[in-house]
């Protein structure tokens, strides 16, 4: 069973940066797809970037241009480099792990809340 662990949320100002970490056990890494989701308070969870294991990424376009996501397999991490922030980005952020197989697994999430 992976665990994923979540970092590098915080408070920032409206137009600032801030880069997420999602640290993977296991040593399967390399082969399975990661997500990075958010939900706002009172809205339903909603799917912001993916990295699929040949590197391909794929954006919801309320971030196009300003998040990039990116792994790093020999450490079993994927990054979420948020840049010119605004308020509506004020979420937690999880990711998530799927193989080909449809196993899946979350991270506990990590707060942002970007302040006008």
């Known amino acids: 069973q992976v665990q994923l662990v979540e970092s590098g949320g915080g408070l920032v100002q409206a137009g600032g940066s801030l880069r997420l970490s999602c640290a993977a056990s296991?040593?399967?890494?390399?082969?399975?797809?990661i997500d990075w989701h958010r939900q706002a308070p009172g809205k339903q969870r909603e799917l912001v970037a993916t990295?699929?294991?040949?590197?391909?990424?794929n954006y919801a376009d309320s971030v196009k241009g300003r998040f990039t996501i990116s792994r790093d397999n020999a450490k079993n991490t994927v990054y979420l480099q948020m840049n010119s922030l605004k308020p509506e980005d004020t979420a937690v952020y999880y990711c998530?792990?799927?193989?080909?197989?449809?196993?899946?697994?979350w991270g506990k999430g990590t707060l942002v809340t970007v302040s006008s």
């Open positions: 998530k792990l799927a193989s080909a197989y449809g196993y899946t697994a």
């Open positions: 296991g040593n399967t890494f390399s082969s399975y797809d």
């Open positions: 990295i699929r294991r040949g590197g391909n990424t």
